[in-house]
């Protein structure tokens, strides 16, 4: 069966009560009351809290004759405060801020790598944390060569990015998500595909 079939629009689906702005500070957080039609017809009020941060992008930067990628590392404190060291090995990735998401990943590449691409192929697009937060995420990949980086890299000091860049083997990212050094979900979806469309079509181990 498709699961086309089975889709239904919000209209019929949704029935808006009340909205309430909890916060409006970074991003803005939101209370909705509202009613859903279920499977057998019948409607059930309920409320949700979701977070709207805007919709983001993010790249991978892979070189096949190399047999590399480009990642990078920062601190995040929501990680921090649930138990981790709050450095995470990530991929380059940043809010569109109304740019569209291939001319947004391109310069948030260079900013955060340092690497210059042009063209960035785009795979999919995700939602990451559906059940609280509104961003729609894309997916890009791009290969990059050595002498196509243009600047240090390393963020926007003024937005507190203080980001390093590492560049490894696929081998020893796709190793590093197995030891839990990569915990980052953008970052092991990205790593898994390239690893199976990318490098093991191009010459990567199987």
Do not use: C
């Not at 260079?110 to 990451?128: L, P, Q």
């Not at 243009?150 to 197995?178: C, K, Q, R, W, Y």
């Amino acid at each position: 069966m498709s699961l086309i079939g089975l889709e239904t629009s919000k209209e019929e689906r949704v029935r808006i009560k009340a909205v309430e702005i909890l916060s409006n500070d970074w991003y803005v957080l939101k209370k909705t009351t509202f009613e859903l039609r279920r499977r057998d017809g019948s409607w059930q009020q309920q409320s949700r809290e979701t977070y709207d941060r805007g919709n983001g992008a993010t790249i991978l930067l892979y070189n096949l004759e190399r047999q590399t990628v480009v990642l990078t590392r920062q601190f995040r404190f929501p990680a921090y405060v649930n138990g981790h060291s709050g450095m995470l090995i990530e991929a380059a990735a940043g809010l569109l801020d109304q740019a569209s998401p291939e001319d947004r990943i391109r310069a948030e590449a260079e900013e955060e790598t340092g690497y210059r691409v042009s063209h960035v192929r785009k795979i999919f697009e995700a939602f990451m944390s559906p059940g609280s937060v509104t961003e729609r995420l894309y997916f890009f990949v791009a290969e990059y060569a050595s002498g196509s980086r243009a600047a240090p890299g390393g963020g926007n000091h003024e937005e507190g990015e203080d980001i390093e860049v590492l560049e490894l083997s696929i081998e020893a990212a796709m190793t590093a998500i197995e030891t839990g050094q990569i915990q980052d979900g953008k970052t092991i979806m990205l790593l898994q595909y390239a690893f199976i469309h990318l490098f093991q079509n191009n010459g990567g181990k199987q």
